[in-house]
């Protein structure tokens, strides 16, 4: 049976919004009207729980919002991540840990906002809030570098997010030290400031190392791991980064290499 979404007026009440299915049935009455509510105030979720319809499928919710029939009154957390990918890793780990109505049924994937159900519980207020403030921290910096699977194992992200963790390697390997993890502190607020940590313990630091083939240990010139972190720069400013890209051009990069190299 196929179905379509209906604004109606009732004599001078609404407009209401309804969900009009073809039933092909033979007694004149072919098609079923199913109340979702006032026009500009459709809840998903009251449709389901509380309305005699059927629930609303992703499609019809994507339709609802598009028209901006949904609920625009509610109080939940949102907060803008900056960047979409970084939005749905969040999103992804809230339904993983907290369940499948944590986040709003007006969230969108598409976009860089997420937006928590009104009843979300605390834990996932802070994962969302931190992440927020992490981020607003990272976009100060080059980027982020990707974790390994063995650092997220070793790191602690209980007072810091994955991305301020991403953000903090990216700055403590373009500054010269493959060995992130042994400057990286969760404390400093602002991924940036690991650089003049790096400064502070360079003394200490005994040179960036890693085996090659025959085992033996070579160092990692600091030219050679800037060069790296260029590479990765490039690949956030292709994809419309511009701290990325300023970076990159303080460089001494134009943004016709930038956008020509195969990153």
């Known amino acids: 049976m196929s179905s379509f979404i209906q604004q109606k007026t009732i004599g001078q009440a609404g407009p209401y919004v309804y969900r009009v299915t073809y039933t092909g049935e033979n007694d004149g009455n072919t098609h079923k009207w199913e109340y979702l509510g006032l026009a500009g ?7 389901a729980e509380d309305l005699d319809a059927d629930p609303l499928t992703d499609d019809e919710i994507d339709v609802l919002r598009e028209e901006d029939q949904l609920s625009q009154f509610r109080d939940g957390v949102e907060a803008d991540l900056a960047r979409r990918d970084v939005a749905n890793e969040v999103r992804d780990q809230l339904l993983e840990e907290i369940g499948e109505d944590v986040l709003a049924t007006t969230d969108d994937r598409r976009l860089s906002v997420v ?31 990707k974790l390994t699977d063995d650092e997220r194992d070793r790191l602690d992200f209980t007072k810091r997010s994955v991305f301020h963790a991403r953000a903090s390697k990216a700055v403590i390997q373009d500054a010269g030290v493959d060995d992130w993890t042994a400057i990286y502190d969760p404390q400093v607020e602002d ?34 791991a800037a060069s790296e972190q260029e590479k990765q720069a490039i690949r956030y400013a292709q ?17 016709e290499e930038i956008q020509e190299y195969p990153a």
């Open 41 to 47: 105030h459709v809840d998903p979720r009251r449709v």
């Open 115 to 145: 937006e928590l159900a009104e009843d979300a519980c605390r834990d996932a207020e802070i994962i969302v809030e931190n992440t927020a403030e992490d981020m607003q921290a990272a976009t100060r910096t080059i980027g982020q570098a």
């Open 191 to 224: 991924p940036a400031a690991h650089r003049d940590l790096v400064e502070q313990n360079r003394e200490s630091i005994s040179g960036d190392r890693m085996d090659n083939d025959d085992g033996q240990v070579t160092t990692i010139s600091q030219e050679q």
């Open 239 to 255: 994809d419309g980064d511009q701290d990325a890209r300023e970076y990159l051009t303080g460089r001494g990069w134009t943004d």
